[in-house]
């Protein structure tokens, strides 16, 4: 009797045993393939719609305009949107060097500032420093330049949330406020015409005037 229960126990074991190596050797190749194309295609990009990155752009636009907070003889200049290139991630970059993915692109939104002195734009471009800390974004590059003749200042900010970035530049050649603000790479729609970016344009909005 008791031969028996144990020969039943090490027949149940063995049962089980096989079981669960045909479920293994079921799922090893499914592992492979998934870990295989995780490799081959690198992490995706997120899917975006390029109207709602354009307005999202324009909002940003208005903030840093807003906290320049210029007087008002120093008025920004219209910008327009556009997009950039975005690369093959994983191995597949490997087999598509500089070559840009046709359905992934960033986006980005260039606009200025002209005339303004340097006292004027470190001023501004320290409260803006000031208010992009205070929202969490997290500084990237530092662009304080100088040489003999030639003085630059600047930064960079980006959003940890989103990764949109802000990009601040003067320098006394120009006396410019140069301003871009990015989207990252995102995956478009296959409708997406990129010369037809709707909504892409900024323009200052207008200050309002004394009685």
Same mark, same amino acid.
């Given at each position: 009797? !008791?031969?028996?229960?144990?020969?039943? /126990?090490?027949?149940? *074991?063995?049962?089980?045993?096989?079981?669960?190596?045909?479920?293994?050797?079921?799922?090893?190749?499914?592992? %492979?393939?998934?870990?295989?194309? /995780?490799? @081959?295609?690198?992490?995706? #990009?997120?899917?975006?719609? $390029?109207?709602?990155?354009?307005?999202?752009?324009?909002?940003?636009?208005?903030?840093?305009?807003?906290?320049?907070?210029?007087?008002?003889? #120093?008025?920004?200049?219209?910008?327009?949107?556009?997009?950039?290139?975005? #690369?093959?991630?994983?191995? *597949?970059?490997? %087999?598509?060097?500089?070559?840009?993915?046709? &359905?992934?692109?960033?986006?980005?939104?260039?606009?200025?500032?002209?005339?303004? $002195?340097?006292?004027?734009?470190?001023?501004?471009?320290?409260?803006?420093?000031?208010?992009?800390?205070?929202?969490? @974004?997290?500084?990237?590059?530092?662009?304080? *330049?100088?040489?003999?003749?030639?003085?630059?200042?600047?930064?960079? !900010?980006?959003?940890?949330?989103?990764?949109?970035?802000? &990009?601040?530049? @003067?320098?006394?050649?120009?006396?410019?406020?140069?301003?871009?603000?990015?989207?990252?790479?995102?995956?478009? $729609?296959?409708? !997406?015409?990129?010369? &037809?970016?709707?909504?892409?344009? @900024?323009?200052?909005?207008?200050? $309002?005037?004394?009685?």
């Amino acid at each position: 009797m !008791f031969k028996s229960l144990v020969t039943k /126990a090490r027949a149940s *074991r063995r049962s089980v045993l096989h079981a669960v190596t045909g479920l293994v050797m079921v799922a090893l190749p499914v592992v %492979a393939v998934v870990a295989g194309n /995780a490799m @081959w295609n690198g992490a995706p #990009y997120p899917s975006v719609d $390029p109207d709602a990155v354009a307005q999202r752009l324009r909002a940003r636009s208005d903030e840093v305009y807003d906290g320049f907070a210029l007087p008002e003889k #120093y008025a920004a200049e219209s910008g327009r949107g556009g997009t950039g290139a975005c #690369y093959y991630r994983g191995l *597949r970059s490997i %087999a598509h060097i500089d070559e840009a993915r046709s &359905d992934v692109r960033s986006f980005g939104l260039d606009w200025s500032v002209p005339d303004v $002195p340097e006292a004027t734009a470190r001023d501004a471009q320290q409260r803006v420093r000031q208010q992009l800390v205070q929202k969490g @974004w997290k500084l990237t590059h530092e662009g304080d *330049r100088a040489g003999v003749a030639f003085r630059q200042l600047g930064f960079r !900010f980006e959003n940890p949330e989103d990764g949109d970035q802000v &990009d601040v530049q @003067w320098n006394n050649s120009t006396t410019t406020l140069f301003i871009s603000v990015y989207a990252p790479c995102g995956q478009v $729609p296959d409708e !997406f015409v990129e010369h &037809d970016w709707a909504g892409a344009d @900024w323009h200052p909005k207008e200050r $309002p005037t004394g009685p």
